[in-house]
Structure formats: C-alpha cells, structure tokens
C-alpha cells in the first residue's frame, strides 16, 4: 500500500474468526486528502494475480457532541423499588389490552424522558421484568432477542446520542444471565451508530456509522467548502472486531437524491444528506438498507456494493401504487414470502397526517410497488423520528412509534389489540416482541421495612431479569447457616411484598425464589436487619 503522500506502508493480515478472510492493518494511518494505491498478489491454484485498486482519503471534519435534552419529568413517572433501588425506570401505562395479543415479553429501550434510560424487558400485560438503567447522557437504543454461536442472546446500542440524531458508542450483546459476552465496535476510525446492530448467521455484526467529512456542496447550492455527514455501514467479524466489509454513500448515492433542506453546512453542523438508519440481509443475500433524508429503501449487492435497486425518493425502480410513497421512513425488511415491511415516518417535516406501519408488494423493477396492510394508531401519531414494525409468528404486527413514547400490536386485520406508552417525552428507538427465559447470573434480592409489632415487617423481594419466578418465600434464623422458612407469597410484580407474622425469629433474613413446582430458582444471601435484633 502506497499513499500518494504519505509513501509506502508496512502491516501485517489478521485473519477472520471463521476463516474465510483476513484484514490488513497498516502500522502507522494515512494522510487526510490523500490518494492511496494497493496492490496484491493473490496466490493459487492458477497462476499468480497482481490486482491493482485506489482509493481517497477523506478530509474528517468535526461535528457538535451535543447531547440530545433530557426531560426528568415527575417523582410520579418513575417507577421505584426499595429491593432495588438504584433501578429507576420510567412508569409504562398499558392503554389496551388483549389476550389474542402474541405471548411473549417487550423489548425496549426509553430514553430522554424521566427516569434512567437503559434496555428494559416487559412481561406480557407490561410489567418490568429487567432493566440496566445506564448513567446520565448514555442511552440504549435497538434492543432486542438474536442469535449469536446458535444460542438466544439480547443486543443493544448504547452510547451518547448527539442533537444531530445519530449516536457514537457501541454495539452489546449479552447472554441469557444478562452477562456481557461481546462488545461490537466500529472499524477504520468511526464509532458505532445507534440505528443498527443486526447480528448474522455467520458471526458477524452489521452497523451503522455517520462520518462528517469535507466535502464540495456547489453542485446542490451549498458552500464549496462544506462538510457533509457521509452514511456508512460495516460487517464486522465479533470475535476479532475486524471489519470484513464497509459501504459508504457517499461512494454510490448523489448529493441530489437528498430531501433535506439545510444545505448551508457548517464544520459544526455537517449536511446530513443520507442518514443511513437500517440494515437488512435479504433472502438472496443482499442488503435492504434505509436513507430516512432520501425517501429512499435501496437494495446492494454486498459484492460490488452497487444499487440494485431503489424503492421510493427520486429515482425510485418502481411506479408508486396508491398509498405507497413513504417519507422519513425507518426499517424496511424482506418478510420470508418476499414482502417489505417498513415504518413509514411521514414527518418531519410532516408529508403524511399520521405515521404507520406498512406491508408493500413489489412487481419487479420497473413494475409497481403496491399496498398490502398498514397499521394506524388510534388516536393518529406523528412520529418524527425513529420507528419499527416487527412481522410476529401468529401474523400479527408489533409497532414501535419511535420519538412518540407509544408501541402497539395490531392484528391481521389491522385492529390495534394492545398499546402502551411511557410518560411524554420519553422514546425508544425500535420496539419488539420475542419469548424470552432469563436466570440472572446475580442473587435475588430483598429489603425489610418493620412493622409497628415487635420484631414483625414487611419484606420486598425481586430479581431483575428472572422470568420464571412463580413466588418467594422468606427465611429467618439467629445464624446465616440456620435459616428456617417464615412464609411464602405468590410473585406480584417486579417487586413482591411479604408480610411477615410478629415476633420473627432473627436477625437474619433472606428471600428465596422459587418456580411453579416449587423447586428453588435462587437464593439472596442472608443479612442481618437492624428492626430484629
């Protein structure tokens, strides 16, 4: 490898962790601006192949880190818990509900609103089942249940999200004890994005990224000297954190496509032309990525990284049927009988009275794309950004309103059959609805409040994150080795309260939990409680 000023640069190949592949790190960067030449000799069973690339080095531009506001709300919009109380959720208020609904638990992420943001694990009428409530200015986006080495994992983004609507952190995948076992980081000088974490069969992570860089507007009537926030997404190897594969739009998408207004970019505030917000393997292979500021779904061959083809903005493959165009639209995905399922924004600024989910068929290229099913909120929504629709087993249809603080199942039908919503000014990026068994790799935990008897109380018992909780039963003795049970109450909630009769033998208590047959899932350990000594 040779840069045009820089000159020739050593390094060495590090391999892929499934070894069909390798990366070459150079040992000291390139120059900003530079042109640089590679090439390499390929040996195999033919003969020897010299093959011969170029590329540019862009000119990185620096952007605002300021964070997105954070809106406390009131004491009332925080849950609390005297087990747990360094875990401070936003309340979640279930407007509808019914038992045609899909079982399963809910997987979101609130932010900006009152409470902690973090990923939080819903049962199926709404009650908390787990949460990781994160330090201030650090939000949780894109949580959810995948497949990671052939077992259930959760993943989420988690990092700050700037007033610019994009994120720089890190990608978590965590197992069924909510124990951390990958973190997913960008390659080639970026940070991981929020909009993307989608995990692949073959044990890599596709992301997200935002790069400003220097850029000439004149062609759109910006500055000739601008900066434009350059959309790209990486395949990255898990175990190795190598980057196996990187796209950018800058290299296939013009300038033109875009539908934002504000071209007159500053090194502040770079021209957001793209913004990349999704990534989606098709059933061929190829990727369904998403541009919220072109309109645009496109469809990329992963070998080439050209355009297939485009659905919607301005020069869409396409003729748009009735009730097909999409505006500021979030996560399109192929549907196994290849339908495309999208959130259809509609705004901002606002292009459609109320966002929705939307099911489209697509009659070649060339043909029309046509309207299958959408989903409406009752009463309307306007999302402004952010959003999802997720196709469930039963063939009904969960939907994520995004900035709105609501999300919804709908049936077949098109009914809305369950809703809820976090307080106003919380949002969660995506919503979702997976089965899920957790058995935290941390005790149960509990708190003791005394009672106006002698040496009685109340105890409080929780696990976050357990899921097979069927009830709880409280032990008492003078000695940490010499418990007895006291009593037993069946699991109310995230935390359950226990009274417990006068006169306790202790000090000590602990809780245990145990699962409908009654066998112990785990035990707290035993502390001393200064209301019976």
Same mark, same amino acid.
């Given at each position: 490898?040779?840069?045009?000023r820089?000159?020739?640069?050593?390094?060495?190949?590090?391999s892929?962790?499934q070894?069909?592949?390798?990366s070459?790190?150079?040992?000291?960067?390139f120059?900003?601006?530079?042109r640089?030449?590679?090439?390499a000799?390929?040996?195999?069973?033919?003969?020897?192949q010299?093959?011969l690339?170029?590329?540019a080095?862009?000119?990185?531009?620096?952007i605002?880190t300021?964070p997105?506001?954070?809106?406390?709300?009131?004491?009332?919009?925080?849950?609390?818990?005297?087990?747990r109380?360094?875990?401070?959720?936003?309340?979640l208020?279930?407007?509808?509900?019914?038992a045609g609904?899909?079982?399963?638990e809910?997987?979101?992420?609130?932010y900006?609103g009152?409470g902690?943001?973090?990923?939080?694990?819903?049962?199926?009428?709404?009650?908390l089942?787990?949460?990781?409530?994160?330090?201030r200015n650090?939000?949780?986006t894109?949580?959810?249940?995948?497949?990671?080495?052939?077992?259930?994992v959760?993943t989420?983004?988690q990092?700050?999200?700037?007033?610019?609507?994009?994120?720089?952190?890190e990608?978590?995948?965590a197992d069924?004890?909510y124990?951390?076992?990958a973190?997913?980081?960008?390659?080639?000088?970026?940070?991981a994005d929020l909009?993307e974490?989608?995990?692949?069969?073959?044990?890599?992570a596709l992301?997200?990224?935002?790069?400003?860089?220097?850029?000439?507007l004149s062609?759109?009537?910006?500055?000739?000297?601008?900066?434009?926030?350059?959309g790209v997404?990486?395949?990255?190897d898990?175990?190795?954190g190598?980057?196996?594969y990187?796209w950018?739009?800058?290299?296939?998408?013009a300038?033109?496509?875009s539908?934002?207004?504000?071209?007159?970019?500053?090194?502040?505030?770079?021209?957001?032309?793209?913004?990349?917000?999704?990534?989606?393997v098709?059933?061929?292979?190829?990727? #369904? &990525?998403? =541009?919220?500021?072109t309109?645009?779904i496109?469809d990329i061959? +992963?070998? /080439?990284g050209q %355009?297939?083809?485009?659905l919607?903005?301005?020069?869409?493959?396409?003729?748009?049927?009735p009730?097909?165009?999409t505006?500021?639209?979030?996560?399109?995905?192929q549907l196994?009988?290849? #339908? &495309?399922s =999208?959130?259809?924004n509609?705004s901002?600024?606002?292009?459609? +009275?109320q /966002?929705?989910? %939307?099911v489209?068929?697509?009659?070649?290229?060339?043909?029309a794309?046509?309207?299958v099913?959408?989903f409406?909120?009752s009463?309307?929504?306007?999302?402004?950004?952010?959003?999802?629709?997720q196709a469930?087993a039963?063939?009904d249809?969960f939907?994520?309103?995004?900035?709105?603080?609501?999300?919804?199942e709908f049936?077949?039908?098109?009914s809305?059959?369950?809703d809820?919503h976090?307080p106003?000014?919380?949002q969660?990026y995506?919503?979702f609805?997976?089965a899920?068994?957790?058995?935290?790799?941390h005790?149960?935990a509990?708190?003791?409040?005394?009672?106006?008897?002698?040496?009685?109380?109340?105890?409080y018992?929780?696990w976050?994150?357990?899921t097979?909780?069927?009830?709880w039963?409280v032990?008492?003795?003078?000695?940490?080795?010499?418990?007895?049970?006291?009593?037993?109450?069946?699991?109310?909630?995230?935390?359950t309260a226990?009274?417990?009769p006068?006169?306790i033998?202790g000090?000590?208590?602990a809780?245990?939990?145990l699962?409908?047959?009654?066998?112990?899932?785990?035990?707290s350990?035993?502390?001393?409680?200064?209301?019976?000594k």
């Amino acid at each position: 490898m040779r840069g045009s000023r820089s000159g020739a640069h050593s390094g060495h190949l590090a391999s892929y962790s499934q070894g069909n592949g390798a990366s070459f790190l150079p040992d000291r960067p390139f120059a900003e601006g530079e042109r640089v030449t590679v090439r390499a000799r390929l040996n195999g069973s033919g003969a020897p192949q010299t093959l011969l690339d170029e590329f540019a080095i862009a000119i990185q531009d620096t952007i605002s880190t300021t964070p997105e506001a954070i809106h406390p709300g009131a004491a009332a919009e925080v849950q609390g818990f005297r087990s747990r109380p360094d875990l401070q959720p936003p309340v979640l208020t279930v407007t509808a509900g019914s038992a045609g609904a899909q079982p399963g638990e809910m997987f979101v992420a609130p932010y900006s609103g009152p409470g902690q943001a973090g990923p939080m694990i819903l049962d199926q009428n709404g009650g908390l089942v787990w949460f990781k409530g994160l330090p201030r200015n650090t939000s949780a986006t894109n949580f959810r249940v995948q497949q990671y080495a052939g077992e259930p994992v959760l993943t989420w983004w988690q990092g700050d999200i700037s007033v610019h609507g994009f994120g720089r952190g890190e990608g978590v995948i965590a197992d069924s004890s909510y124990t951390d076992i990958a973190h997913v980081r960008a390659g080639n000088g970026d940070q991981a994005d929020l909009h993307e974490l989608q995990l692949t069969p073959s044990g890599t992570a596709l992301i997200t990224a935002y790069n400003p860089i220097l850029c000439n507007l004149s062609s759109i009537g910006g500055p000739a000297y601008g900066a434009v926030t350059d959309g790209v997404f990486q395949e990255i190897d898990v175990k190795s954190g190598l980057v196996m594969y990187e796209w950018t739009s800058l290299d296939h998408v013009a300038l033109s496509e875009s539908y934002s207004k504000s071209k007159t970019s500053s090194t502040r505030w770079p021209f957001d032309f793209f913004h990349i917000n999704s990534i989606n393997v098709d059933q061929d292979g190829s990727l #369904l &990525i998403s =541009a919220r500021n072109t309109w645009t779904i496109y469809d990329i061959a +992963p070998s /080439s990284g050209q %355009i297939a083809w485009r659905l919607g903005g301005k020069q869409s493959s396409f003729a748009a049927g009735p009730g097909t165009r999409t505006a500021f639209q979030h996560d399109p995905r192929q549907l196994p009988d290849g #339908l &495309i399922s =999208a959130f259809d924004n509609g705004s901002s600024p606002t292009v459609h +009275p109320q /966002s929705r989910g %939307i099911v489209l068929s697509l009659d070649g290229q060339g043909g029309a794309a046509t309207l299958v099913s959408q989903f409406l909120h009752s009463p309307p929504l306007i999302a402004d950004s952010q959003g999802n629709i997720q196709a469930l087993a039963n063939g009904d249809w969960f939907v994520g309103w995004g900035q709105e603080p609501d999300f919804s199942e709908f049936n077949a039908a098109g009914s809305m059959i369950f809703d809820a919503h976090f307080p106003v000014h919380a949002q969660s990026y995506r919503s979702f609805r997976f089965a899920w068994t957790g058995t935290p790799a941390h005790p149960p935990a509990f708190a003791f409040k005394a009672g106006a008897a002698a040496r009685s109380g109340v105890v409080y018992a929780s696990w976050n994150g357990a899921t097979e909780v069927a009830a709880w039963q409280v032990l008492a003795g003078s000695h940490r080795s010499a418990l007895k049970v006291l009593a037993q109450a069946p699991r109310v909630g995230f935390e359950t309260a226990i009274a417990l009769p006068a006169h306790i033998a202790g000090p000590y208590l602990a809780v245990q939990a145990l699962d409908g047959a009654g066998h112990v899932l785990g035990s707290s350990p035993a502390a001393a409680q200064a209301g019976l000594k």
